[in-house]
């Protein structure tokens, strides 16, 4: 990025990333009409929303933000926490992979929001490149397994039990397979088809363990459904 003819690397050390922000950096803008433009070329979806904001609003937005992300992440730690904490105790192993799939969900969050490339791999834009599509493989992968087990797929379908597993390791070795031959694109595009499927799966097992009388599968298949239409409802009132 150029300003003012100096140039500022934006992926040197995450320079100007404020987590779940965005960039910001000091525009000076003379009196009169300016013209600000900009060229952004990225294998991923990118939404490019520009504000021009005082030190001011700038700061109140980052404490908004804070504290908003502060209650999600503390949330979801205490939540996992109770469930390791239940798996300990009664050795129920359906806890024990919702903690990991709360963990997870964590990952993508932190990869996805920018606190990852800012606070922990600030100096690592490899990282930062393949990190987001191996999360996303590993959020869908871990919601996959935590079915299993809630499901108790193993006892009830051996069938149906091995072809969730089988798409699992799928879905880990092809985005495992891009990384390695570099291809961001491959890896960019299988993390968002994996999680499609992973979507479409999720309700159709959730089906499957209705029609057949499966152990707690009408809150399965009720939480898979709340799950997918709330985005709708969201996009829909914005």
Not at 53 to 78: D, E, I, K, N
Not at 103 to 109: E, P, R, T
Not at 182 to 188: L, N, P
Request: net charge neutral.
């Amino acid at each position: 990025v150029t300003i003012d003819g100096n140039q500022v690397a934006l992926g040197a050390g995450a320079l100007g990333l404020i987590p779940a922000v965005g960039y910001a950096l000091a525009l000076p803008v003379p009196p009169g009409d300016s013209e600000l433009w900009l060229r952004v070329d990225c294998v991923d979806p990118m939404v490019l929303p520009l504000e021009l904001l005082s030190p001011a609003q700038l700061q109140q937005r980052r404490q908004v933000t804070a504290y908003q992300y502060g209650l999600l992440y503390g949330f979801l730690l205490a939540l996992c926490a109770y469930n390791l904490f239940l798996f300990a105790g009664l050795g129920e192993r359906s806890y024990l992979s919702y903690a990991i799939y709360l963990v997870s969900y964590i990952g993508v969050n932190v990869c996805y929001t920018g606190h990852g490339s800012a606070w922990i791999w600030p100096d690592l834009p490899p990282l930062q490149r393949n990190v987001i599509p191996v999360m996303m493989v590993a959020f869908g992968g871990t919601g996959l397994l935590f079915a299993q087990r809630f499901l108790r797929l193993r006892e009830a379908s051996p069938q149906m039990d091995r072809r969730v597993s089988a798409l699992v390791a799928f879905g880990a070795g092809v985005v495992a397979v891009s990384v390695l031959m570099g291809s961001h694109f491959a890896a960019v595009l299988w993390g968002f088809v994996f999680l499609g499927l992973v979507c479409i799966v999720m309700v159709a097992l959730g089906v499957y363990a209705v029609q057949h009388g499966m152990p707690s599968a009408r809150y399965f298949l009720g939480a898979c459904l709340f799950d997918h239409v709330k985005p709708g409802m969201k996009i829909y009132q914005e």
